[in-house]
């Protein structure tokens, strides 16, 4: 008996052969190739989908901000003496820039004063982000008020947004002034280069601003930009705008 178990051993072929080998291996190849592709393409597409989300945050959260307190800009009246006509008041944009303006603005911050305040809106440059810098006004009574020097370190300094895209040939810049026809006022040609209102006759004119922003995640990364732009009216500066 044993002779012949040991006889059926010897002569029994099955099993699995070098051939039946090398197709397993190839398809699990196969398979491990699929399955890896698809795990890059999902990590791949939840990044796109984290950096879009996360620069179209950081764009709406600027641009609500940037809306909130240009849509409060205000007028600065000037103290007369004697009698007669008061003298003008001073524009509600103390400098309108492409990347940068300077204003007075009427918005309650904290506690119950109502007070104005100053408001710097500007692209960093370098860094390229974009800051809100506030000084608070010191009262002169009689509803008038005087504001510090730009060059004073301001009441509080906030980061609204980490990066934003330079300005493509033909785009718009962050800010554009418009009057009360909703036309571009164009920048004097003496600063052409920094783009600036350089009359306060002509910053007084201004009814609206055209904010463009072009939020993306690093200086670095412009894979995932996202653009926002918003028209913002201005309320308290009484000009009749003509709507289209």
Request: aromatic share 8%; no cysteine; charged share 15%.
């Amino acid at each position: 008996m044993r002779h012949t178990w040991q006889r059926r051993l010897r002569s029994d072929e099955s099993g699995i052969s070098l051939v039946e080998w090398i197709v397993a291996m190839f398809v699990f190849g196969i398979v491990i190739t699929l399955i890896a592709n698809l795990y890059v393409s999902t990590v791949n597409a939840l990044g796109v989908a984290q950096n879009t989300n996360q620069n179209t945050r950081s764009a709406t959260n600027v641009m609500n901000e940037a809306a909130r307190m240009l849509r409060a800009g205000t007028d600065n009246p000037i103290q007369g003496s004697g009698v007669g006509t008061p003298p003008p008041n001073d524009p509600a944009f103390v400098y309108a820039r492409n990347e940068s303006v300077l204003f007075y603005a009427f918005v309650n911050l904290t506690g119950t004063a109502q007070k104005p305040i100053m408001v710097r809106l500007r692209i960093e440059s370098g860094t390229r982000r974009f800051t809100e810098s506030v000084w608070p006004a010191t009262n002169l009574g009689n509803g008038y008020w005087s504001f510090p020097a730009e060059t004073t370190t301001p009441q509080s300094t906030r980061i609204l947004a980490g990066a934003i895209a330079s300005r493509a040939t033909g785009k718009p810049w962050t800010f554009t002034y418009l009057d009360a026809t909703n036309t571009p006022i164009a920048m004097s040609s003496a600063t052409l280069a920094t783009g600036e209102i350089t009359s306060a006759a002509t910053r007084a004119t201004i009814a609206s601003v055209q904010v463009t922003l072009t939020v993306q995640s690093s200086l670095t990364d412009t894979a995932h930009t996202v653009t926002l732009q918003n028209t913002v009216g201005l309320p308290n500066l009484g000009l009749n705008r003509t709507l289209s």
